[in-house]
């Protein structure tokens, strides 16, 4: 007889754990559709500003590799600015007195033909 009644609570006891889960999981249904309601907006709003991040940070990204490209295109045309100056610069040819009298760099056709 004890044997039968330990079957018999152990059969009510799998059945309580049973209702008990069921319960629940129906409560917690319930309560995720009411705050899910409720926090719609707020994650609707957490979305668009996490992919507008997304967004503002691929941009700053192309932006930064964009101005790497310019600063080593400048770089690039200063030194060939640099190497053809050095190379077209011409040979300071001394000042005299008499050319600052007369204007430096002048053509004198005297200068050039004796007659």
Do not use: C
């Amino acid at each position: 007889m004890s044997m039968f009644l330990a079957v018999v609570a152990l059969f009510v006891a799998f059945g309580a754990l049973w209702f008990t889960s069921e319960i629940a999981r129906r409560v917690d249904l319930r309560n995720k559709t009411v705050l899910g309601a409720h926090t719609f907006s707020e994650t609707d709003s957490l979305q668009h500003a996490e992919r507008r991040i997304r967004e503002l940070s691929l941009g700053l990204q192309a932006a930064e590799q964009k101005i790497q490209s310019l600063n080593m295109q400048s770089s690039e045309l200063e030194n060939e600015i640099s190497v053809s100056d050095s190379l077209n610069a011409k040979p300071a040819r001394p000042i005299s007195t008499l050319d600052i009298l007369r204007g430096a760099h002048r053509f004198y056709p005297s200068d050039s033909h004796n007659s």
